[in-house]
Each structure stands twice: as structure tokens, then as C-alpha cells.
């Protein structure tokens, strides 16, 4: 079992920029997958963007495709967001997810991750 502590949530300006960052115990960090995802108030969770075991792989949702960037510190055991651009409707909680194991690709649906943080929230102003 995984367990992961997001941080780096707050309030930013529209057009502004946070990192977020999720720590990683418990499973030997290169084993397995991560994504972001987020949740709006009256919102389903939905995927930001994830990166498999290797840090070759990853996918974006079209919405923050340009503006966000995740990477992985295999060494630190930290998967890392980087939100430039922000948006007001970029405000959510995010949730840091692993998933199951080396794979070649990294995943954009919820059911392929086994674990997930707590959430931090991004709040953007206009």
C-alpha cells in the first residue's frame, strides 16, 4: 500500500502559477505509476495528468494540455504539478493517485489507481 501526502495547494491569481506536490512511502517508488486528478465543488473527479514508473510516459487532460506539467523525482519519492496559466476554473481539490505497477503507459481513469492522497486545495481568483 502507497501512501501520499499532497502539498503545495493555496490561492493564486488567474494567470499565475502553483506546484504541487505529492510525497510518496510505502511501495518502492519506481515501481508504480501517478496521476493527478481534481475535484470541483457540485463536480465529479476528474484526471489532470499522470506519469508512469519510468517518467517517459505521461498523458494530460485536454483543459490543462500547454499549462501543466507533471514530472517524478525517482530519488525524492515525489511526483511533482506544475500550474502555470491558472484559470478560475482550475479551482479544486487535487488528488495525488499510484497505480499498479511498471507500465509502459501511464492511465486517465480513476479505476486504475489502488491509491490516493488526501487532496490539496487550489483555489484561482479573477
Known amino acids: 500500500q502507497v501512501q501520499l501526502v499532497e502539498s503545495g495547494g493555496g490561492l493564486a491569481q488567474a494567470g499565475g502559477s502553483l506546484r504541487l506536490s505529492c510525497v510518496a512511502s510505502g511501495r518502492t517508488f519506481d515501481h508504480y505509476g501517478l496521476g493527478w486528478f481534481r475535484q470541483a465543488p457540485g463536480k465529479d473527479r476528474e484526471f489532470v495528468a499522470s506519469?508512469?514508473?519510468?517518467?517517459?510516459?505521461?498523458k494530460y487532460a485536454d483543459s490543462v494540455k500547454g499549462r501543466f506539467t507533471i514530472s517524478r523525482d525517482n530519488v525524492k519519492d515525489t511526483v511533482y504539478l506544475q500550474m502555470n496559466s491558472l484559470k478560475p476554473e482550475d479551482t479544486a481539490v487535487y488528488y495525488c493517485?499510484?497505480?499498479?505497477?511498471?507500465?509502459?503507459?501511464?492511465?486517465?481513469?480513476?479505476?486504475?489507481?489502488?491509491?490516493w492522497g488526501q487532496g490539496t486545495q487550489v483555489t484561482v481568483s479573477s
Open positions: 493517485a499510484a497505480d499498479r505497477g511498471r507500465y509502459q503507459q501511464s492511465f486517465n481513469e480513476a479505476v486504475d489507481y489502488v491509491s
Open positions: 506519469i508512469n514508473w519510468s517518467g517517459y510516459a505521461t
